[in-house]
């Protein structure tokens, strides 16, 4: 047996064969004796994951830059500031709290949005300084008004399986340099017009909230990675009036209708300057839109694993610059929904002008990418954030997607 020969090659040599031979088959021409090129395709990903199962004693690296950074480390846990170094595109310069004291949440409460209790979560987000915020335990936080941040802030998830869930949700609004990683934000709500402090030194009335998972309001330098988001009542993530210098990566969303609005409205003219990154998510089951839904500014959407849509997967207005690279997307069986992309709010003879490409993008089940443009090469110098992997490979980089199970002492 092959297993017993001294001529056996090395496991990590045969991973890389297989990311090859992934690449090769991509690269069959139509005249190929391949019938099924999309059946081919999930086969070689199928063999890739074998492969990193079998691998995963021995070699950690996955091919996405941001867990091949840092999720090596068994001693993540003395290291976490290390995340801070691990950021991509136009986030990539979002600090949170580096180098700032370690924070610990004990108390899931939040009884109190002026005066809240040392050791809870509201806390900690409007200290001044700061901060990289951790979590004792497992907890579950259901805030009684949205969580207005303050800047220089990581809440850091790993190690513990924390829930934002049954309230409104986390409010990025005029602050700087944000980490949010590894929670789990779902069943988010509208908050109501009360008051709530967000430094140590201020409070004040905030109006109602809208119901976002994660609702970025003129912020800038803001990173949202391995978060496991669903079912809230308006978006999962917003960015809107005037933010930017953003990256949405790693995370796992399910069971929505409006995903991502990216973009306030098209008469909002600030947003033209937005930059957002939008890695390695994956977009699972029981999505209806907006993945993202873009407007003004410049968007890459790269590497990311699309399963479900029920509408279209990327769309927009205003004319938004939107580069697509090395992303799968799998259409729906329905007939009328096999379009990845939605023009909206203009007719063609404005749309077709607006500058959308496809570039390396794995199509299946009659999935079709509508571009548009002249392909004006600063535009899409201006939408490009970071290096696209070949789209046969988004399955192994996207198959952790979501809030980790980590836990102290071994890898991530």
């Not at 949440?105 to 987000?125: E, F, K, M, Q, Y």
């Not at 794995?362 to 548009?372: D, H, I, T, V, W």
Request: charge should be neutral.
């Amino acid at each position: 047996m092959l297993v017993s020969s001294p001529l056996r090659m090395p496991s990590f040599l045969l991973f890389f064969i297989s990311i090859f031979a992934a690449h090769s088959f991509l690269s069959v021409s139509s005249t190929s004796v391949f019938r099924d090129p999309e059946a081919v395709v999930e086969d070689v990903n199928m063999r890739i994951n074998a492969s990193r199962r079998n691998l995963g004693h021995l070699f950690c690296s996955t091919g996405n830059p941001i867990d091949d950074c840092w999720r090596c480390d068994p001693n993540w846990d003395t290291n976490r500031q290390r995340l801070a170094d691990c950021a991509i595109g136009f986030g990539r310069d979002a600090i949170g709290g580096k180098n700032g004291r370690i924070y610990v949440v004990s108390d899931p409460g939040d009884d109190d949005p002026i005066n809240p209790r040392p050791g809870t979560l509201r806390h900690a987000v409007i200290q001044e300084e700061p901060l990289w915020i951790v979590f004792r335990r497992d907890m579950v936080i259901q805030l009684k008004q949205e969580l207005v941040m303050n800047s220089y802030k990581t809440i850091d998830g790993r190690g513990a399986s924390v829930h934002i869930a049954g309230g409104p949700c986390i409010t990025i609004h005029y602050v700087t340099n944000i980490i949010i990683h590894g929670l789990h934000i779902h069943d988010c709500r509208p908050g109501t017009y009360s008051m709530i402090r967000d430094s140590p030194n201020h409070y004040g009335w905030w109006r109602v909230s809208d119901g976002d998972g994660v609702s970025i309001f003129n912020s800038q330098h803001v990173w949202v990675d391995h978060c496991s988001l669903s079912n809230c009542r308006d978006g999962l993530i917003d960015a809107i009036h005037g933010s930017t210098a953003i990256t949405i990566s790693n995370n796992y969303m399910t069971h929505h209708d409006k995903v991502m609005l990216l973009g306030h409205s098209d008469s909002y003219t600030q947003d033209r300057s937005m930059q957002v990154t939008i890695a390695f998510n994956h977009f699972g089951e029981g999505l209806v839109q907006r993945m993202p839904r873009c407007r003004h500014g410049y968007f890459h959407v790269v590497n990311n694993d699309y399963t479900h849509w029920e509408m279209y997967a990327i769309g927009g207005s205003a004319s938004p610059t939107i580069y697509s690279q090395g992303n799968r997307f799998l259409a729906p069986d329905d007939r009328s929904s096999k379009e990845v992309t939605k023009h909206e709010n203009a007719p063609e003879s404005e749309w077709s002008g607006w500058n959308w490409r496809s570039e390396g993008d794995l199509m299946l089940n009659g999935a079709y990418f509508r571009q548009s443009g002249a392909g004006v090469s600063s535009s899409y110098a201006r939408a490009s954030s970071l290096s696209a992997r070949p789209s046969a490979l988004v399955g192994p980089m996207t198959a952790t997607a979501g809030a980790l199970v980590c836990r102290r002492g071994t890898r991530c």
